[in-house]
């Protein structure tokens, strides 16, 4: 029945014999049981993507949350320590799906930073040990040793299925356009199965926490793909290649060229310096669109996630030694292929450059997919995507460095009742997500759907205050350099004075680039 619409067929206000009653015997009735005895009642109407929905049902609807990374899962955990029904969707055959595909990458936030609080209170009953809490782990250990774990805990496990991708949130019979009444429709949720299969699951809310892995932004100018970027598409390595590993092949003793200028790009240029090391014609190009890499450079000593800020420093050295070319300035307008090299062309202020190399990584920063959203009202900021009421919050042309200050709920509300982006999606374009500020956006949304508004208005964040910024990329400028000293850790809550909070870059984002 691949193709299908499962729903399609079936009336959502049937009730009556097993048939019509999507699963359950006796539908509407005290006696209805699921029709198999592995479901329960709520999960079997759900899952066929029907029941007897009507207002008093409504509220026993489950709360489906798009993917099961580390936000999701999250979610998942404070639904269930406050006793809500819920159903968790991932796309990918396993959890953590998108961090596993980063694996190889080692995370800059320690392990204290990287679990959620609910997740630990489920995980601990079940003799698991939190992973040493200054450890860095990969994407591959965060998954083993954490998401899988957590999506084993009984409160969770039959709650999350794999292989199953949205394709769409409505509300049900209720298109975007339509106002009156648009609240008494429960939303609704259409899945596409491993098998091809559609099916549509009702539900009282919608946490969208499907990440923006996957949907990387173009190497061309502009935002917009360069002229033969897609024609390229064998030349491209992704985001984050396995450079040691899996994709060393692709450049060990050839060219690669890295475009970008993000915490990904210097991950992948550091990898490749040290392939060059026992490689030799090893070659490293790093070309970045704005005349300024002070924002990754970073600060160094000064940054409070060491790992962040020893990425940064490591990258300055290289290129001061000149294992790695950087060429500023570089704005990509059209790639071609040429035999196994592809050339890229490009502006620069001193002119056109054509860099040809075997293999281009386009480490520029990903976009949130909003297709999904179509059809429900969602309030987004035209530039970062993000939620209106955070947008200024993190917009990364003023924000890298001060600081992004615990937010929840309120902030993250859109007109559509019950709908909310959190985690990695929620920061649409805007590179500076991090773990913990995802996983108190849940704590707090998860408290509104309970009915518990003191603590979803409750914020907190538990973090270093962090000093990542050098305005001069040659060091010499330290003295003005933004949260410059080392600070204490800082708990932020209700009424923290704007500018507490987790600094995440330059102070004035990219307007401190000038
Ligand atoms: C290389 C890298 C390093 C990072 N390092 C750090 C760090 O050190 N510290 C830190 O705090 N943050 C870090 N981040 C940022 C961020 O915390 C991670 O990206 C994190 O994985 C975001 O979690 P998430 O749950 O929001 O999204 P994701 O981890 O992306 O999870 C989303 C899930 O949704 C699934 N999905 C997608 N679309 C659909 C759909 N339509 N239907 C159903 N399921 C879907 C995906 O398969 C995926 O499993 C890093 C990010 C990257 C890329």
């Known amino acids: 029945m691949a193709g299908d619409t499962v729903s399609d067929t079936i009336d959502p206000q049937a009730s009556g014999d097993a048939a019509s009653c999507c699963g359950v015997?006796?539908?509407?009735?005290?006696?209805?049981?699921?029709?198999?005895?592995?479901?329960?009642?709520?999960?079997?109407?759900?899952?066929?993507?029907?029941?007897?929905?009507?207002?008093?049902?409504?509220?026993?609807?489950?709360?489906?949350?798009?993917?099961?990374?580390?936000?999701?899962?999250?979610?998942?955990?404070?639904?269930?320590?406050?006793?809500?029904?819920?159903?968790?969707?991932?796309?990918?055959?396993?959890?953590?799906?998108?961090?596993?595909?980063?694996?190889?990458?080692r995370l800059f936030s320690p392990w204290r930073y990287d679990t959620d609080a609910a997740a630990r209170r489920l995980l601990e009953p079940t003799g698991w040990t939190a992973p040493p809490a200054d450890d860095l782990?990969?994407?591959?250990?965060?998954?083993?040793?954490?998401?899988?774990p957590l999506s084993r805990v009984p409160a969770l496990a039959d709650r999350i299925r794999t292989g199953a991708r949205v394709v769409a949130i409505s509300r049900d019979g209720a298109d975007a356009t339509r106002s009156i009444g648009r609240d008494e429709h429960p939303l609704l949720v259409r899945?596409?199965?491993?098998?091809?299969?559609?099916?549509?699951?009702?539900?009282?809310?919608?946490?969208?926490?499907?990440?923006?892995w996957g949907r990387s932004n173009p190497i061309g100018h502009s935002g917009l793909p360069a002229p033969g970027e897609e024609d390229a598409a064998p030349y491209l390595a992704g985001p984050l290649p396995d450079v040691p590993g899996r994709d060393r092949a692709r450049f060990a003793g050839r060219?690669?060229?890295?475009?970008?200028?993000?915490?990904?790009?210097?991950?992948?240029?550091?990898?490749?310096?040290?392939?060059?090391?026992?490689?030799?014609?090893?070659?490293?190009?790093?070309?970045?669109?704005?005349?300024?890499?002070?924002?990754?450079?970073?600060?160094?000593?000064?940054?409070?996630?060491?790992?962040?800020g020893a990425l940064g420093t490591r990258l300055k050295e290289a290129v001061a030694a000149g294992?790695?070319?950087?060429?500023?300035?570089?704005?990509?307008?059209?790639?071609?292929?040429d035999g196994d090299t592809v050339r890229v062309t490009g502006t620069t202020p001193d002119g056109e450059r054509v860099v040809t190399a075997h293999t281009v990584v386009g480490a520029t920063g990903f976009r949130p997919d909003l297709e999904l959203l179509r059809e429900v009202r969602v309030e987004l900021d035209p530039a970062t995507e993000a939620p209106v009421r955070l947008a200024p919050l993190i917009d990364p042309n003023f924000h890298s460095c001060g600081t992004v200050p615990p937010h929840g709920e309120r902030v993250l509300a859109h007109p559509e009742t019950g709908f909310y982006l959190a985690g990695m999606k929620s920061y649409g374009r805007a590179p500076t997500f991090l773990l913990a500020t995802g996983y108190e956006q849940v704590r707090s949304i998860v408290a509104a759907?309970?009915?518990d508004r003191e603590a979803a208005d409750t914020v907190h964040l538990d973090l270093p205050e962090t000093g990542v910024c050098s305005t001069d990329p040659s060091g010499a400028d330290e003295e003005s350099a933004c949260c410059g000293s080392a600070a204490e850790p800082v708990t932020i809550g209700v009424g923290a004075p704007v500018g507490v909070g987790f600094a995440t870059g330059q102070a004035h984002g990219r307007s401190g680039d000038a």
């Open 449 to 451: 759907l309970a009915g």
């Open 323 to 337: 294992r790695v070319e950087l060429v500023r300035g570089f704005a990509v307008t059209g790639l071609t292929a």
């Open 191 to 212: 899945v596409r199965d491993a098998d091809g299969t559609v099916r549509d699951v009702r539900t009282r809310a919608v946490i969208d926490a499907s990440g923006t």
């Open 25 to 105: 015997n006796a539908c509407c009735t005290d006696a209805e049981q699921a029709a198999d005895p592995g479901r329960t009642v709520l999960e079997a109407k759900t899952d066929a993507g029907c029941g007897c929905v009507n207002a008093d049902d409504r509220g026993a609807l489950p709360v489906v949350v798009i993917g099961a990374g580390p936000v999701g899962l999250a979610a998942a955990a404070h639904l269930a320590e406050r006793g809500l029904e819920f159903l968790v969707l991932e796309a990918g055959d396993r959890v953590g799906a998108a961090v596993a595909a980063w694996g190889h990458v």
């Open 137 to 148: 782990p990969t994407g591959a250990d965060l998954v083993r040793d954490y998401l899988v």
């Open 255 to 308: 060219h690669a060229l890295v475009v970008g200028a993000g915490h990904s790009a210097a991950g992948t240029l550091l990898a490749l310096a040290e392939l060059a090391e026992t490689e030799p014609g090893t070659r490293i190009t790093w070309a970045v669109r704005g005349t300024s890499v002070a924002r990754l450079y970073g600060g160094g000593d000064a940054d409070e996630l060491p790992a962040r």
